[in-house]
Nanobody, 121 residues
Framework: QVQVVESGGGLVQAGGSLRLSCAAS????????MAWYREAPGKQRELVAR???????DYADSVKGRFTVSRDNAEKTLLLQMNSLKPEDTAVYYC???????????????WGRGTQVTVSS
């Protein structure tokens, strides 16, 4: 069974930093794109950062220059380094991965349960 699990959220003051991690596990043949999304209270879930298996990245305008996404393909992990955090970054952050399991040649979208990030002013 494939799953993705986030860790690393917490409470931080504005201007501070946090690093989120996401680990994929199970019977995995290949991981394609991986991404971080976030969902703030009363708002729709939005893409924060995305990284392809080849390392190409894409960021939401609101986090460019502050957040850095990276991945370790061998360890099947996804990271998000968040610097210069702002109160508006407060949200539940979700890991997303497009994974091909060993039992099936097709890719499926997997979501983690989310980790809370709270930035105080």
């Amino acid at each position: 069974q494939v799953q993705v699990v986030e860790s690393g959220g917490g409470l931080v003051q504005a201007g501070g930093s946090l690093r989120l991690s996401c680990a994929a596990s199970g019977n995995i043949l290949r991981i394609n794109d991986m991404a971080w999304y976030r969902e703030a209270p009363g708002k729709q879930r939005e893409l924060v950062a995305r990284i392809t298996s080849g390392g190409n990245t894409d960021y939401a305008d609101s986090v460019k220059g502050r957040f850095t996404v990276s991945r370790d393909n061998a360890e099947k992990t996804l990271l998000l380094q968040m610097n210069s955090l702002k109160p508006e970054d407060t949200a539940v952050y979700y890991c997303h991965a497009d994974i091909v399991p060993t039992s099936n040649p097709h890719a499926y979208r997997y979501w983690g349960r989310g980790t809370q990030v709270t930035v105080s002013s």
